[in-house]
């Protein structure tokens, strides 16, 4: 079983940036997908990126490429979401996400989930 814990949530106002790190328990991170997903208020959860293994492939939803950027170290069995030009859209409770290991990328299915972290971005 892996246990996801989110941190670096917060208040910032549009135009600031803000990163969150997921931190895993377990052995095998190294060889999971990891992905961020969010939810705003009144909205269902929305994919907002993913991460390969090696952290060489990425994926983004389209609201957010060029601002967001994913990565890992898998030495410190954590995977980080560096959030730029953040606006008030972007507000919501960002949830990390994990496949299992040695599951397909493109199989987009997500097995084990964190508590979630508050983002508040003011206009």
Same mark, same amino acid.
């Given at each position: 079983?892996?246990?996801?814990?989110?941190?670096?949530?917060?208040?910032?106002?549009?135009?600031?940036?803000?990163?969150?790190?997921?931190?895993?328990?377990?052995?095998?991170?190294?060889?999971?997908?990891?992905?961020?997903?969010?939810?705003?208020?009144?909205?269902?959860?929305?994919?907002?990126?993913?991460? =390969?293994?090696?952290?060489?492939?990425?994926? !983004?939803?389209? =609201?957010?490429?060029?601002?967001?950027?994913?990565?890992?170290?898998?030495?410190?069995?954590?995977? !980080?979401?560096?959030?730029?030009?953040?606006?008030?859209?972007?507000?919501?409770? !960002?949830?990390?996400?994990?496949?299992?290991?040695?599951?397909?990328?493109?199989?987009?299915? !997500?097995?084990?989930?964190?508590?979630?972290?508050?983002?508040?971005?003011?206009?």
């Amino acid at each position: 079983q892996v246990q996801l814990v989110e941190s670096g949530g917060g208040l910032v106002q549009a135009g600031g940036s803000l990163r969150l790190s997921c931190a895993a328990s377990g052995r095998t991170f190294s060889r999971s997908v990891m992905g961020w997903f969010r939810q705003a208020p009144g909205k269902e959860r929305e994919f907002v990126g993913a991460l =390969s293994c090696s952290g060489i492939i990425r994926n !983004y939803a389209d =609201s957010v490429k060029g601002r967001f950027n994913i990565s890992r170290d898998n030495a410190k069995n954590t995977v !980080y979401l560096q959030m730029n030009s953040l606006k008030p859209e972007d507000t919501g409770v !960002y949830y990390c996400a994990a496949q299992k290991p040695d599951v397909s990328w493109t199989t987009g299915r !997500y097995d084990y989930w964190g508590q979630g972290t508050q983002v508040t971005v003011s206009s």
